[in-house]
């Protein structure tokens, strides 16, 4: 049994004791930290020269700064009342200002994105490794403790959000000749999830329980959804197949596309007006529009929100089984769920079911429900429902006859919906997590990014259970080889990390009926800093040309899969924003890429951010088409002030549009009574400065025009 511990500097103590003070240090990346630990062998390791101390992980959670200028005093409240107590990563501040502890070293293997971008201690340190490689990879540096935040129940715990590393790292330190120290902290808030996340207590050394260590657990506010991830995420679910699999990550994109499944579902005739409005030309590849009657299952890396949220909606309700004949006969319509004269005949044919029964046998098919619990067989080998003999042979019409009266309305049992790696969401998200009826949860299997992110421990069965697989994730840039970079710049500076996006595309390959999408937005900045994300080449690629796949824009989809080098190039310029499609037919012109006197056709030469909004103007207005599908944080006066910001913000991103907001703000009147609470939360109703003052006014202005369009 874990040793129940009351104290971190005794927890740190105990494990000094046990391996020394070369300490190398594995924690789960994002939720899963256990901060209070992890902080206490900082400071104890800071305190004292003559430990080391390696700290390795990923995706290190900060609490945002409050932004300067007119935002501040907008966005202050709102982390005080998201984050709360929050307690920080002591590292952190120290790694950002370059003063770390010399016997402190800090390697992540993915970075939350963009965060460490001008970090060079952390640029230097970094991991590269596919996520399903980080378990070996962070072994063979020796690690020697492992901690883990956790929750638990009677009996057991479980590693909730970050069964994806801790299990394989177990496995691979279980013949270990150094000492290993497993510790935990265990957290009230935290979900329990069972299946492959539950552990027996002995699986860890120490266990951390004290109230003084329960601060508020880091949580991802739902973010607002621009326009060109609504519109690629509209295409993007037309790729998705009904009675097939899914997988989205975290944030806008993710959001989207839960929102488009959602609309297709459930409003189908908006849907389909929006993709008619798009008008988009037709394209090559499969493309859905009916709801979703046989529903989808979900094999990801990060559960997410959105995820949660199509399972309430009912578009996630297609159960997996791990096992592969049952699996089989459900792809193949020759079983259903139901218990059925069908399915005792299937599970003959497939020797599921012997003629005789034994005691292997009857164990399994009572586990998926096909036989009663109440079904057993004695000594002498011979079956008893509920006390009463039957003859032991599964080809007697009698016995048939009493086995499924027994199971009469009953369906197989323990297929799951979902399968990930880890979690991290908003507040409400937790929450709904917690409260999940245990029906509910016992169809959601956190486990290994061995099972969610590759096909490798079980292909025949994985390969079933992700019939049709789309696996929807984004990128930075493209080249028009189609290769694709999401985690570095061409300079090598780490942005966030391969994750598992390597292992999705390259499963997509493996699978006959999977595809890989990957979403880039068009463009990036504004202004003249307007850049295209679709260039002639790139000096970095994450995804290799020869594993290009399906690329989605705001401006439709680009299917690339075993296309010649020159029809690759015309589909995304074909999806490339039109302010740029000249100069990126230049450049493929002039390297011969495509044949001489090619011309892009007319059909795609308006994609712009403007045809965008007025066709998507109407949709929005009707509420289809919300900055917050799933909820947020903020409350609606947030909500509107973090709207008209984000307006004033890209406005006065071009020099002609700021000054004619700067000379029409000057000539403004004094602001409008029902503007003044909002002024007010911006410390802008009483302004001392002329920048304050024309700040106020164009604000108010803001303000004012948005009421006129709600």
Known sequence: MSEIMASVADCVERTIARVGKQIVLAAPLGLGKPVALINAFYERAASDPSISLHILTALSLERPPRPKGVAGPLVGPILERIFEDYEELAYMAPLRAGKLPANIQVSEFYFRAGALKGVPVAQRNYISSNYTHAARDLVGQ??????????????????????????????LLKDAEHPVMFLAQLHPELPFMGHDAAVKPEFFDLLLDSPQYNQRLFSVPNVPIPQADYAAALHASTLVVDGGTLQI??????????????????????YRSMLKAIDTPPVAIEQHYDDFDLGLYVSTEMFVNGMLELIKAGVITRKV???????????????????????????????????????SALTELQYWGIFSEQLSLNQAGELLLAGQPLSNDMDEPETRKALLAATQGQSLRHGCLLHGGFFLGPKAFYEYLRNMPEAEAEQICMTGVERTNQLLENVPLYSAQRRRARFINTGMIVSLDGSVASDALEDGTVISGVGGQYNFVSMAHDMPDARSILCIRATRGQGKALKSNILPNYGHTTIPRHLRDVIVTEYGIADLRGQSNAEVVKRLLCVADSRFQDQLLKAALDSGSVEPGYEIPEAYRNNTPQRLAEILAPFYQQGLLPDYPFGSDLTPEEQRLVETLRVLESNMGHWRSALSLLWSAWREPAPAAEVKPFLVRLELDQPSSWRDRIMAKLVAKQLQRSALHE
Do not use: F, K
């Not at 690690?143 to 638990?152: C, F, R, S, Y």
């Not at 975290?250 to 989207?256: H, K, R, V």
């Not at 596309?257 to 297709?264: P, S």
């Not at 004949?325 to 020797?351: F, K, P, T, V």
């Open 249 to 270: 990550g975290i944030g806008a994109l993710g959001d989207a596309v839960a929102q488009a499944c959602i609309l297709r579902h459930h409003n189908n005739a908006a």
């Open 321 to 359: 089984y791990d096992q592969l004949q049952l699996q089989q006969g459900l792809n193949e319509g020759l079983i259903s769920e139901a218990i059925d004269e069908r399915m005792l005949n299937y599970c003959r044919e497939q020797g599921l079911l012997p003629r005789q029964l034994d005691q």
């Open 142 to 171: 020796g690690v020697n403790v492992i901690a883990q935040l956790v929750a638990g129940r009677e009996g057991e715990l479980s590693l909730s959000c970050n069964p994806d590393l801790t299990l394989r790292m177990a496995e």
